[in-house]
Nanobody
Framework: QVQLVESGGGLVQAGDSLTLSCAFS????????MGWFRQAPGKEREFVGC????????YYADALKGRITISRNDPAKTVYLRMNSLKPEDTAVYYC?????????????????WGQGTQVTVSS
């Protein structure tokens, strides 16, 4: 069983940057693609971005391209979401997810394991 624990959320101001972390445990991290999703109050969960098993491929939501970067550190079994120029509309609970496989995956239903989420609140 895979466990995922997100951290790094909090209250920030518009224009700030923030890096979220997701610690992976339970199985071989290198066998998993990782994704980030978010859910704002009253809205559906939406795709943020993902990274493949070896970090060579990344894919980002069109609306967030240019402001986010996803990376992974395999020895640390951690995936990161770096967000720049934060806006109030980025306020959401951010979730990481894991999918066994070789590609990048953009649909929430593709993912096998989920973390509990970390709250990011961006004040104007």
């Amino acid at each position: 069983q895979v466990q995922l624990v997100e951290s790094g959320g909090g209250l920030v101001q518009a224009g700030d940057s923030l890096t979220l972390s997701c610690a992976f445990s339970g199985r071989a991290f290198s066998n998993y693609a990782m994704g980030w999703f978010r859910q704002a109050p009253g809205k559906e969960r939406e795709f943020v971005g993902c990274i493949n098993w070896n970090g060579v491929l990344t894919y980002y939501a069109d609306a967030l391209k240019g402001r986010i970067t996803i990376s992974r550190n395999d020895p640390a079994k951690t995936v990161y979401l770096r967000m720049n120029s934060l806006k109030p509309e980025d306020t959401a609970v951010y979730y990481c997810a894991a999918k066994g496989g070789s590609f990048v995956y953009t649909l929430s239903e593709d993912y096998d394991f989920w973390g509990q989420g970390t709250q990011v609140t961006v004040s104007s």
